[in-house]
């Protein structure tokens, strides 16, 4: 105890040292030179020495270059209705490299996709490396409020949306087979959309941006490529005929519970088609399911022996020769002839008739006594120059060529079997135009899907027929359609109307057996000066009617009834309406 304070009295006597301020004062000049010139240097290796990998580097994580989306061009109808259109939608995409951070955010955003959230999470996973990745392209509007909503909620990260087009089609399963689709990157598939492509299609264009940490676009730097939205295309289709023709098409083929049908309407001054329609069909719009026999355009890519239909065609060439007249007696009894081994029958026994009258009951005898009147070669000919046997050219992907061997390889039934529509095949458009020959005078126009100037020349016409023949042949037809003929039920009141009736026996693996037939009706209206063309076939009608009279012929007479009214095309027969106005007010 004494020591301590001993202790303490010492120092309090001894003075304190001071301290060294001067040596503090250079320690700290000496920190911050130090700490200046290490500074100084960074910047200037930073603002120097690095500033090309700098600034590339900064531009890579908020410089982007990104896609200004363009629209696909539009189709329409000849009276520039839309029959395919492309409306902007939402994509959602993905940074995988920040959405794996954040795992428990898949089940409530695929939730809002309705995805599998299993999938999606798998597919994030592998994909972990990523800085980009569609998760859903072209969603619904109810969709993309879910997906915003769900950011919202759960704070997800590495998710935003962009824009692109998606392709509708207002005119769905009635134009379905004509016009096609595109895929989900907006290039056409099938149909016109497939044959047109490179015309419809956007090129989309380029601008550089700058995206904040969100990878929020926060400005257009600059514009590197203008978009180009696609040509649009504008069809010979009338869109309300078109609607007319399927409809009556669909109802044939129920009522006959047939297997299928089809329908071609042309416009006989141009060569246009207004309407063209299949059974069955399938909404582009949809999931296209059914594969491709329900999407094909069965106008274009099936077909079928024209039967009947071709009669008039084999009348024609003789009267172009010279070797008949309409009143020419032709003996087609006892109903059947024999052609070598084989034999051609009647349905009935006509007996003796003149030309009109074989083309009036459809007289198989009496066109194969005709057709031998010729030889091959000018049979062929005939059927070569209506377009048998090729593409009509129409620009249609898939359209079938049909099928006429050169004559050279005929025999002599079949130079029998072809005057009355077998041995040969054609597509309902090859009919339809051969039968536009006919109504057109004579002359050969190339049929088109797309509208035509009215005021331009129309290429590529040819003359097959004589004025005389076409119209001698075109006065035969019209006994098709009268009390005596085997098409009653296409008559249209207050215009004369001609054509032809066919019912051919479907060829399967074992020949022409069973009760497997096409009906077919082809004409035209009014037969004076003939508008519309239109070929009808309903494909194995299994009710009890299958003749192409019962069958086919009512869907010519309601389309065409139609279609006169709304091309305003004048009655050439008021002497039928009146009679027809008498019988439905008599008692």
């Not at 809002?112 to 990745?133: C, P, Y």
């Not at 172009?320 to 052609?339: D, H, N, Y």
């Not at 061997?405 to 005057?419: G, V």
């Not at 003929?485 to 399967?508: D, E, N």
């Amino acid at each position: 105890m004494a020591s301590r304070s001993r202790r303490a009295r010492r120092n309090a006597t001894t003075p304190k040292a001071k301290p060294n301020l001067r040596l503090r004062r250079q320690l700290l000049v000496g920190v911050m030179s130090v700490a200046f010139v290490v500074l100084a240097g960074a910047v200037f290796f930073r603002q120097v020495i690095e500033t090309d990998f700098l600034q590339t580097e900064g531009e890579r994580r908020y410089l982007r270059d990104g896609e200004i989306a363009a629209r696909r061009g539009m189709i329409t109808d000849r009276n520039a209705e839309p029959l395919a259109v492309s409306t902007p939608v939402e994509t959602v995409w993905a940074e995988p490299r920040k959405l794996v951070l954040n795992l428990d955010a898949i089940g409530p955003l695929a939730s809002a996709l309705k995805l599998d959230a299993g999938g999606l999470r798998q597919k994030i996973l592998d994909n972990r490396e990523r800085g980009f990745l569609y998760i859903k392209r072209r969603i619904t509007f109810g969709e993309a409020r879910a997906v915003r909503e769900a950011i919202a909620e759960h704070g997800i990260e590495g998710v935003d949306f962009e824009t692109e087009y998606r392709r509708f089609y207002p005119g769905a399963e009635v134009f379905g087979h004509v016009i096609g689709f595109t895929n989900i990157e907006d290039r056409g598939q099938e149909g016109l959309e497939l044959e047109y492509d490179d015309q419809l299609k956007a090129v989309p264009g380029l601008h550089r941006v700058i995206r904040d940490g969100r990878h929020r676009i926060v400005q257009e730097v600059e514009q590197i490529r203008p978009p180009h939205p696609g040509k649009d295309l504008e069809l010979s289709l009338d869109r309300r005929l078109q609607f007319l023709a399927y409809r009556e098409l669909m109802k044939a083929v129920k009522e006959n519970k047939a297997k299928g049908g089809t329908a071609v309407v042309l416009d006989v001054a141009t060569g246009e088609v207004l309407a063209m329609v299949n059974q069955p069909g399938y909404n582009p719009n949809g999931d296209r399911d059914g594969g491709s026999d329900r999407r094909r355009n069965r106008a274009l890519t099936d077909v079928m022996e024209p039967g009947s239909t071709v009669k008039p065609l084999v009348v024609a060439a003789a009267l172009e020769k010279g070797l008949i007249a309409p009143t020419t007696r032709i003996e087609t009894g006892p109903g059947f002839l024999r052609v070598g081994r084989n034999r051609v029958k009647d349905v009935h026994n006509y007996g003796t008739l003149d030309v009109t009258g074989v083309i009036t009951k459809s007289s198989n005898v009496g066109a194969v006594k005709i057709a031998q009147m010729m030889d091959y070669a000018g049979l062929w000919n005939m059927y070569r120059e209506v377009g048998f046997g090729q593409p009509t050219g129409v620009g249609f992907p898939g359209e079938s060529r049909g099928s006429l061997r050169h004559y050279s390889q005929w025999r002599p039934f079949e130079h029998a079997t072809m005057a009355f529509g077998y041995s040969l095949s054609v597509t309902a458009l090859q009919l339809a135009q051969a039968y536009s020959v006919i109504a057109a005078d004579g002359i050969k126009r190339p049929v088109t899907l797309l509208k035509r100037d009215p005021s331009d020349p129309i290429e590529g016409e040819t003359r097959v027929l004589s004025v005389d023949t076409a119209r001698k042949v075109r006065a035969m037809m019209e006994t098709v359609v009268s009390d005596k003929g085997t098409a009653r039920r296409a008559k249209i009141p207050g215009y004369r109307v001609g054509g032809k009736t066919g019912t051919a026996k479907k060829a399967g693996a074992r020949g022409y057996g069973g009760h497997r037939y096409q009906a077919v009706f082809a004409g035209f209206v009014p037969v004076g000066k003939p508008r519309l063309v239109m070929v009808v076939m309903v494909d194995e009608p299994g009710g009890k009617s299958y003749y192409g009279g019962l069958v086919a012929a009512p869907v010519f007479q309601r389309v065409m009834e139609g279609a006169l009214r709304l091309f305003n095309v004048p009655p050439d027969d008021p002497a039928s309406s009146m009679l027809l106005a008498r019988k439905e007010l008599t008692p």
